[in-house]
């Protein structure tokens, strides 16, 4: 676990923070390249990028802090200090939503086409994202004999629950597993046939493998066997499918 990097000076930079960073920059770079194909400016999406970074990382703040209120509730100027980590990021991937949705709205675009171009830009972004989690020590598995476990070290968040345990590296899993739902993401948007689905299949796609990481990550809540993210990942992946289905019924009518 390397939380620091290094230091610049007497500052120091955390990895979290600049992985996240790096995601944000790698999935704008992408969008702007796929806003280009679908006959927009880039700098359309160099102003969306701010709606998106602001409102991603306010929403994923609110859903962890909701989720740790019990310490936040006496510890609140911690709230702001994210570069210790701290992000849910189904939380920031809804506020992202949302805020395309209305900056398309604003700007009288279609915000499908938007939500197609920033899908696979969104899934690189995340990708990267878990190699800072890694590093951080959080976001982590459960207890593990795998030859694949990994014992974080004191200091982590990891190791405040599982002291010296080998546990399941599932920030790396969800690494590897969406560079894999952005490659799949790339071959579908070669054969887009509306505006939408792309979209539409990220929201399968990325809820089913969020979907089976989650049976490995550790959650200190379940409702019949499931963590409250597979229950909001079971609703995102109905609007997928309904999304798919329902176009391409239209599409079959006409």
């Known amino acids: 676990?390397?939380?620091?990097?290094?230091?610049?000076?007497?500052?120091p930079v955390y990895s979290y923070g600049l992985m996240v960073a790096l995601g944000f920059l790698l999935g704008i770079w992408f969008a702007c390249r796929f806003a280009v194909k679908e006959g927009l400016k880039a700098e359309t999406i160099l102003d969306l990028a701010l709606w998106v970074i602001i409102s991603s990382i306010i929403g994923a703040r609110f859903f962890y802090v909701i989720g740790q209120l019990s310490y936040y509730k006496d510890n609140w100027l911690e709230i702001f200090m994210l570069q210790r980590g701290g992000l849910v990021i189904?939380?920031?991937v809804l506020a992202a939503i949302l805020a395309t949705y209305l900056f398309a709205k604003k700007h009288?675009?279609?915000f499908l086409k938007l939500f197609d171009i920033c899908t696979p830009a969104t899934i690189i972004g995340i990708s990267i994202g878990r190699i800072g989690c890694f590093l951080n020590g959080c976001c982590f598995g459960v207890e593990t004999d795998s030859f694949l476990g990994v014992v974080f070290p004191p200091g982590s968040l990891a190791y405040s629950y599982f002291p010296h345990e080998h546990i399941w590296p599932t920030q790396l899993f969800s690494s590897f597993s969406l560079?894999?739902?952005?490659g799949l993401l790339l071959f579908i948007y070669k054969h887009k046939k509306y505006d939408g689905f792309v979209f539409y299949w990220g929201l399968v796609l990325y809820s089913l493998d969020r979907f089976t990481v989650e049976f490995f990550r550790f959650s200190p809540m379940r409702w019949l066997n499931l963590t409250p993210s597979q229950w909001?990942?079971?609703?995102l992946f109905g609007v997928g499918v309904y999304g798919?289905?329902?176009?391409?019924?239209?599409?079959l009518i006409k």
């Open 1 to 11: 676990m390397y939380p620091i990097l290094f230091k610049i000076g007497a500052f």
């Open 90 to 92: 189904l939380g920031g």
């Open 244 to 251: 798919l289905v329902h176009k391409s019924s239209s599409r």
């Open 108 to 110: 009288q675009l279609s």
């Open 232 to 235: 909001l990942l079971l609703v």
């Open 179 to 182: 560079l894999l739902v952005f």
